[in-house]
């Protein structure tokens, strides 16, 4: 099983089509945008560029999250669910002209949860962006109330041509370059994974 953030994590959820969170996550509302956050620029990449400084890959990022985020009439949706953590989860698949262009992934666990987004672009990741939650006790405790969850962390990946080039968390985060990275590969492969249900009429396996 993988771990995502500092949380077991899981979702209780049957398979249908619908959307988990919120589509804010990049450059509207009062979240931050790519590569905007003051005071905490990656320690990795540089500055946003790869291919030996050709292409602006952050402006590609960029514009990508924007033409999707741009999209309200999804031509599918569709779901399956996933046991990557304690109480399970629901991968959502978002295709427009028979493009899959998003998915909506949610992990629960008996202390909170996580809601990953991942942006593609030609097939390969993108952007994702990860928001994590908090109970405010274990879930089967008397005093767990559902309406106490706090967000504790969210954290943005950058990728070029399917490679990870730049994070945006807390600055802790940030200076841990090689936990950072080992991450970042934990997208690409439940990306995979997540491309092998689909492949499997949407069904996973149980490990």
Known sequence: ?????????????????????????????DTVGLGERSGLDSVLGQDGFSDGGNVDSLKVVRANYDRIQGIRDWDRIDSAEIFESTEGGMVYYYFKNKVLEKLDVSYYGESGYTLAKYYLLDNKVSFVFEERYNYNSHMYAPEFDMDKTKKFGEDRFYYYDGKFFKFIGTKEQEEDVAGTRDRAQVNLDMF??????????????RD
């Open 1 to 29: 099983m993988v771990a995502l953030g500092i949380v077991s994590l899981g979702l209780v959820g049957c398979q249908g089509g619908g959307k988990m969170g919120s589509d804010d996550s990049v450059g509207s509302g």
């Open 192 to 205: 995979q994974k997540f491309m092998k249900i689909k492949a499997n009429n949407y069904k996973a396996e």
